[in-house]
């Protein structure tokens, strides 16, 4: 079993993605791994229109922040041209950004799976 986020709307559709989350899912889960789906994370919903709107430039910040938490991996739309995708274009990430964007990720996963877990609740 794989648990993945993708945020929960809040107020006036918006998605809002809780790093507190990852710890209760993966810990209700008996530490199933959990992915964060940082691409839909990001899209905005237009109840009206025919297609999500997306903040695309906030895909790196997020990915970083779900990274820091230590969760098992993330699931990332990428297009050559997203700006002419035929869905969720606002929110891909651009294909040329893929690998020194899953560089930083390793980077930031390796450095944080590096360290011993601290007991803070006592």
Request: one cysteine or more; hydrophobic letters at 40%; a negative charge.
């Given at each position: ?26 810990k209700a889960s008996n530490n199933s791994p959990v992915i964060f ?35 098992a991996g993330l699931f990332i739309e990428a297009h050559p041209d ?33 360290f011993d877990e601290l007991d803070t609740s006592k």
């Amino acid at each position: 079993m794989i648990l993945c986020d993708r945020g929960a709307n809040f107020g006036y559709d918006n998605l809002v993605v809780d790093m507190l989350g990852f710890g209760v899912m993966k810990k209700a889960s008996n530490n199933s791994p959990v992915i964060f789906d940082v691409t839909h994370a990001l899209q905005c919903r237009d109840p009206f229109g025919a297609a999500s709107g997306g903040r695309r430039a906030q895909v790196s910040e997020l990915a970083r922040a779900g990274m820091a938490v230590g969760i098992a991996g993330l699931f990332i739309e990428a297009h050559p041209d997203p700006d002419h995708a035929k869905c969720d274009g606002p929110s891909a990430l651009p294909l040329d950004k893929l690998e020194p964007f899953l560089k930083q990720m390793k980077a930031i996963d390796d450095l944080v799976k590096s360290f011993d877990e601290l007991d803070t609740s006592k």
